[in-house]
């Protein structure tokens, strides 16, 4: 029996799982590390403390499993996408902490280049839109506020990574200095049509070519791990992706129109698009789903901001649940939410509508709006903007979805998946092994060993539950529009009060 480690490297927390042969999930180690808020807006991560707590995990599971390292035929990793690290060559030592996604110090250095008019640029080179969220401002940060960095990065012996490339470089003990496609795709700095570092965005950002890692494939051996780690044993890396492009791949959304759903705090939809990068007219972004053997494929992304975090409101804020969960249980008490919507913009509104200014609101209230109709709209609320989301899709490629695939937190609820299914008339598939990040970096390292070739993986994805369209679509449209009109309302309101 062949198994695989996968080390999923996430915002909050390391994890480290072991995979079987058939992708079942044999063991997982996890360990939370510190959050660190220097000043409001800003968040940092030690990068040797996620180096320790990704090592401690590795060793928890597999005493967990009753493995030895011997026994691990490959590493596949996934990780938080766009945190930005910076190390010294010679001493492995970071030169600061590192710049996590969410951080926004860098959010006036993207105002100042969309006045520079640099943005459709980046839109048409990168994919991306031009925001404080990618990797080219927090190192252009880092490099102007340590001075001597600069010098020394020119020279080659400071080095720039995503978290993907900090681990591999310590698994090989400085040997690798390298990212994959999917992680490359999220820096600002990468040209996802000529793939390369793009000239014109280094010079803007004067940022040294030299200090950047080489873009390898997503799957495939890049290196045998330090033996010194792993009590001797020689095991290869040979798998890589981002976080949501590795969920992707975990779906197995191997064909143009497949599209998989996160349903966590916010919502991540990610819709293959094949061989071919398209260009969003509807406020998408176009990233590299991965690239294996120099051919490439792309994804068009879109996000919410607010979806699992309406369900946390409705529990912390409003006290109305005790638990996430119990939303399914008060939902399922009335058979309708009779024309309550709750449009939960708590942080402005994202794709398609991206309006930053926009507030919450909740409409169509009576005398005999209940507790369990308002959480039935909130959670509904999660499905009407998933349909947002993958209409905009459908606009850009053309391809109608024919199943969407589900993971996270929420995707636990089937209230919610029944409903989605009713709003979108497509099949829900929600799959038997929901660790779809961590499974598919596994996919990857597997693919990457020739353990598995895509279409055994296609034959691995296993449906644990089928939500099907219950809905007629004259009642799905009616609500749909219902909530279209709620947002366009909201959107109004916030103007107004501004
Ligand atoms: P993240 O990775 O963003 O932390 P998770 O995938 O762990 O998110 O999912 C957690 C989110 O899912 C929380 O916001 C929580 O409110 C929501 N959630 C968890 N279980 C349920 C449920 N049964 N019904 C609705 N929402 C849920």
Redesign the pocket.
């Known amino acids: 029996m062949k198994y695989i480690l996968s080390l999923d490297q996430g915002t909050t927390s390391c994890r480290s799982i072991i995979f079987d042969q058939q992708g079942r999930i044999v063991s997982i180690g996890q360990k939370e590390f510190r959050q660190i808020y220097p000043q409001p807006g800003w968040v940092e991560h030690d990068p040797i403390e996620i180096w320790n707590t990704q090592l401690q995990t590795i060793r928890d599971a597999l005493q967990a499993a009753f493995l030895k390292f011997s026994d691990i035929a490959a590493i596949g990793i996934t990780n938080q996408r766009e945190t930005t690290v910076v190390w010294d060559k010679k001493t492995g030592q970071p030169v600061c902490n590192a710049i996590v996604w969410q951080d926004r110090r860098t959010a006036s250095l993207c105002d100042k280049l969309k006045a520079e008019g640099l943005e459709s640029y980046i839109r048409q080179n990168t994919g991306l839109v031009a925001d404080a969220y990618f990797s080219a401002t927090k190192l252009h940060w880092i490099l102007e506020h340590f001075p001597h960095v600069r010098q020394k990065a020119q020279a080659g012996q400071v080095l720039f990574g995503t978290i993907d490339s900090w681990l591999i470089w310590n698994l090989t003990k400085g040997w690798l200095h390298v990212t994959d496609y999917s992680n490359a795709s999220r820096t600002m700095l990468y040209n996802i049509h000529k793939l390369e570092w793009d000239a014109t965005l280094l010079e803007y950002f004067n940022i040294p070519r030299a200090m950047l890692p080489e873009v390898c494939s997503s799957a495939g051996i890049l290196e045998i791990a330090d033996k010194s780690l792993f009590e001797g044993a020689e095991i290869p890396i040979a798998g890589v992706a981002g976080d949501q492009q590795a969920a992707l791949f975990g779906h197995a959304c191997f064909q143009a129109g497949m599209a998989k759903n996160t ?3 916010g919502c991540f939809l990610l819709k293959h698009t094949g061989k071919t990068p398209v260009r969003s007219k509807h406020g998408l972004i176009t990233t590299i789903a991965w690239g294996i053997d120099q051919q490439i494929e792309y994804a068009l992304e879109g996000s919410v901001f607010i979806a ?2 309406a ?2 409101w409705l529990r912390d804020g409003l006290k109305l649940i005790d638990h ?2 119990d ?2 249980y008060f939902a399922s008490k009335v058979p309708h939410s009779e024309g309550v919507y709750v449009v939960p913009a708590f942080a402005g509104l994202g794709t398609p509508y991206w309006d930053m200014y926009a507030r919450g609101a909740i409409f169509g209230l009576t005398r005999g709006t209940t507790k369990a109709h308002l959480i039935r709209a909130t ?1 509904e609320s999660l499905a009407f903007q998933t349909r947002d989301v993958l209409d905009a899709m459908t606009k850009d490629d053309g391809l109608a979805l024919k199943t969407l695939r589900v993971d ?3 995707a ?2 089937n209230l ?1 998946m029944q409903f989605q299914a009713d709003i979108l008339g497509v099949e829900v598939q929600r799959p038997e092994v929901i660790e779809t990040a961590a499974r598919g970096a596994a996919f990857l390292a597997g693919a990457g060993i020739g353990l598995w070739t895509k279409d055994q993986i296609a034959q691995l994805w296993k449906v644990e539950t089928t939500f099907r369209p219950q809905m007629n679509s004259y009642e799905a449209e009616k609500r749909y529009h219902g909530w279209q009109e709620a947002v366009r309302r909201t959107m109004n309101w916030s103007k107004i009060v501004q």
């Open positions: 349903y966590g705090t699992g975090a369900v946390q996430a969960a939303s399914e959670l996270g937190g929420a636990a609820n919610l």
